[in-house]
């Protein structure tokens, strides 16, 4: 069974950087794409990006400048760092296995697993 | 204000169904395939479809998941007070080259 593992501070000044990490366990991290997603309290779900074991990744626009996803695979972590906090990013943060994958014509994409969230304020 | 539109809730007694809407656009539900998160409270989201319509291992099929145009929409038959969630769909946005989540559907099981 493959699980995921958050962790990382839970109070963050504002202005200061958010580096939080992903241990994955019960599978490789090999071959498959791991994504980072937020959730502000009483609210939906925010994707933030992802990375392959190759290093590739994908941002969402509106953080684009703002975040980092950075994965080392002999520790199987993938790690996200988030900078120019601002109380706007108090949220739960998800890491979770990313199965997305687009073909020619259509893309097939979901979240299998994922991590049990950290809580993550940002407040001076 | 999310890509993906659904209703922020819905309620139906115990043993009846319930179906929840996802709407989209061509650039997302219309050409991508949808999956479907169940949020039980203080949990993390957990898998319920994936590519419109089909269940992982240890899903039962009470749930069920169809996709028409750009509309999607999930399906709980049989239901439980087990199943007051939060419920998410989900695809990727091929113009705006990201994953995107409906706003979530509140269930409550009256």
């Known amino acids: 069974q493959v699980q995921l593992q958050e962790s990382g501070p839970g109070l963050v000044k504002p202005s200061e950087t958010l580096s939080l990490s992903c241990t994955v366990s019960?599978?490789?991290?090999?071959?498959?794409?791991w994504s980072w997603i937020r959730q502000p309290a009483g609210k939906g779900l925010e994707w933030i990006g992802r990375?392959?074991?190759?290093?590739?990744?994908n941002y969402t626009p509106s953080l684009k400048s703002r975040v980092t996803v950075s994965v080392d695979t002999s520790k199987t972590q993938f790690s996200l760092n988030l900078s120019s906090l601002t109380a706007a990013d108090t949220a739960v943060y998800y890491c979770?296995?990313?199965?997305?994958?687009?073909?020619?014509?259509?893309?097939?994409?979901?979240?299998?697993?994922w991590g049990q969230g950290t809580l993550v304020t940002v407040s001076s | 204000q999310s890509v993906l539109t659904q209703p922020p809730s819905v309620s139906a007694a115990p043993g009846q169904k319930v179906t929840i809407s996802c709407s989209g656009s061509?650039?997302?539900?219309?050409?991508?395939?949808v999956s479907w998160y169940q949020q039980l409270p203080g949990t993390a989201p957990k898998l319920l479809i994936y590519?419109?319509?089909k269940r992982p291992s240890g899903i039962p099929d009470r749930f069920s998941g169809s996709r028409s145009g750009t509309s999607a929409t999930l399906g709980i038959t049989g239901l439980q007070t087990g199943d007051e969630a939060d419920y998410y769909c989900?695809?990727?946005?091929?113009?705006?080259?990201?994953?995107?989540f409906g706003g979530g559907t509140q269930l409550t099981v009256l």
């Open positions: 979770a296995r990313d199965r997305g994958f687009c073909s020619s014509t259509s893309c097939f994409y979901y979240f299998d697993y």
């Open positions: 019960g599978d490789s991290i090999s071959s498959y794409y």
């Open positions: 990375i392959s074991t190759s290093g590739s990744t």
């Open positions: 061509s650039s997302n539900i219309g050409n991508n395939y």
């Open positions: 590519d419109n319509n």
């Open positions: 989900g695809t990727w946005d091929s113009s705006l080259s990201v994953a995107v």
